[in-house]
């Protein structure tokens, strides 16, 4: 089960910090988010694997930082800087790969960022 939580609505500027966790103990090999504005495809914001190796969207230009805790399972997505496109809906999203390759998704978080 995938639980996310701290989408909300900010002023253009501003800070919001998302959170994922997972339940049970498995190894995960990627966590991260993506997002989906309306009437866009889905695109990825930020990514980390068990090795810590950072992946972003091009968008992001240093504004997020994604982080996580493996031994918890979680992992949170500090935005800065915030845009009115930063609009959308959030999706965290998992990896694993044993026993076998599989991905979660989270039920999405909205985020909402006024001009």
């Known amino acids: 089960q995938v639980m996310e939580s701290g989408g909300g609505l900010v002023q253009a500027g501003g800070s919001l910090r998302l959170s994922c966790s997972a339940s049970g103990n498995t190894f995960i090999k990627t966590m991260g988010w993506y997002r989906q504005a309306p009437g866009k495809q889905r695109e990825l914001v930020a990514h980390i694997t068990s090795d810590s190796i950072t992946n972003y969207g091009e968008f992001v230009k240093d504004r997020f930082i994604i982080s996580r805790d493996s031994t918890k399972n979680t992992v949170s997505l500090q935005m800065n800087s915030l845009k009115p496109e930063d609009t959308g809906v959030y999706y965290c999203?998992?990896?694993?790969?044993?026993?076998?390759?599989?991905?979660?998704w989270g039920q999405g978080t909205q985020v909402t960022v006024s001009s």
């Open positions: 999203h998992l990896v694993k790969v044993w026993p076998a390759y599989r991905e979660y």
